[in-house]
């Protein structure tokens, strides 16, 4: 257990649907970081927030948002799904700028 | 804009033997973090080493080693004593240091087969 929760760890959806991504963050950690992985393909950053707020952004669609929460749990919504969505996708969360991060299990997004 | 390369899409290694990756990037600053990471079948990211560039000293744990080349700006990975545990994609990412927006960028990666 990395101490990064994602849930749900699986979800299955129909083109056009809206879904909610999970993310707890390991204890003490500020920021968290969204990722993209799309079959066989390399990691794409999406956001990141910094204790509530966002503080860089990658090749996110504008039909994608996130958030972070005063608890410091992070949600990604997914809307007007499309085929091409299905991913993984990955939360991390970071101590501090030298260690790294620190990712969860993702969760495996199949649009149907 | 930073960019990793990994020009090894596959690579293969007996066990017990050794294997370098290949990483190389490009960037404009001074101050930054290299990572290389693992992703075994069960697609778990999982940090294997990291080197700060402003060390000259090469990175290591256990029988995992970089090689820094800062003007070079290529970081390879060395794996000694290869085991069957080994064989997954790694991934060779760049932290930048931009004042609050840190976010790793990562190469496309290479995938190790061993051969018992």
């Known amino acids: 257990d990395s101490g990064v929760t994602q849930t749900p760890k699986h979800l299955i959806t129909a083109t056009g649907q809206r879904v909610t991504l999970r993310c707890s963050p390991r204890?003490?950690?500020?920021?968290v970081y969204w990722y993209q992985q799309s079959l066989d393909q390399g990691l794409q950053f999406l956001i990141q927030?910094?204790?509530?707020?966002?503080?860089a952004k990658g090749n996110i669609l504008e039909r994608f948002s996130a958030q972070q929460f005063p608890d410091l749990h992070s949600e990604l919504n997914l809307s007007s799904l499309e085929l091409g969505d299905s991913a993984l996708y990955f939360c991390?969360?970071?101590?501090?700028?030298?260690?790294?991060?620190?990712f969860g299990s993702g969760t495996r997004l199949t649009v149907v | 804009a930073q960019t990793v390369t990994q020009s090894q899409p596959e690579m293969s290694v007996q066990e017990a033997e050794t294997v370098t990756l290949s990483c190389t990037y490009d960037?404009?600053?001074?101050?930054?973090?290299l990572f290389w990471y693992k992703q075994p079948p069960s697609r778990q990211m999982i940090l294997v080493i990291r080197?700060?560039?402003?060390?000259?000293q090469n990175a290591t744990e256990n029988r995992f080693s970089v090689n820094f080349q800062k003007a070079a700006k290529s970081f390879s990975l060395k794996i000694s004593d290869s085991q069957l545990g080994d064989a997954a994609m790694y991934f060779c990412?760049?932290?930048?240091?931009?004042?609050?927006?840190?976010?790793?960028?990562f190469g496309t990666g290479t995938r190790l087969t061993v051969i018992p």
């Open positions: 990412a760049y932290r930048r240091e931009m004042a609050g927006a840190n976010n790793l960028f």
């Open positions: 960037t404009s600053e001074s101050d930054y973090y």
């Open positions: 204890s003490g950690d500020l920021s």
């Open positions: 991390a969360s970071s101590v501090d700028r030298s260690y790294g991060y620190t």
């Open positions: 080197q700060e560039a402003y060390k000259q």
């Open positions: 927030y910094y204790n509530g707020e966002e503080r």
